[in-house]
Structure formats: structure tokens, C-alpha cells
């Protein structure tokens, strides 16, 4: 659940959010960052893992909201991913 106090001033038009995959060979993980222009979280963190075409070991991190001038800013598109 997000906090009220990270919701920007007209609400959430789109997230930052981490994809942490497994690298196999090493034992490590791997963490690429990604804004999504997606208001809800659960379809954010969807767009995310298509995105990337992530497998189901991967883990989806929303760090923050982003408002709509952020989002303006990015110059992102309603459903858009990019790289972070």
C-alpha cells in the first residue's frame, strides 16, 4: 500500500520502479531501473516485467510515485516503459 504522504500533488500518473532478475551463473542479482507510465501499481509492475520480458523469478520494486509533470518531463506515453 502506498503512503499518502509519497502521493504527488494530483495524484500518480506513472512509477519508478526496480526489476531485480537472478543471474545464474554468478549466484548474484541484476537491478535495472524503469519508469512506467501507468497510474495503477499492479498494472505498472506488469508493464515492467513485459518490458523487460522478465521470468517469474524476477522481483518488481516500486520506489516512488510520479506525477504528471514528471511523466510530461519523460516525455512517456500512457502504458509506456523506459528505461530508467
Known sequence: ????ASVPFGGVCGWLGDLTTPLVQQ????????YVAESSMHRAMTAIRAHAKAKEDA???LRRALS????????LKPGEVKPA
Open 68 to 75: 504528471k509533470g514528471e511523466i510530461i518531463a519523460l516525455k
Open 59 to 61: 522481483i518488481v520494486n
Open 27 to 34: 549466484g548474484e542479482r541484476a537491478t535495472n531501473s524503469y
Open 1 to 4: 500500500m502506498i503512503d499518502k
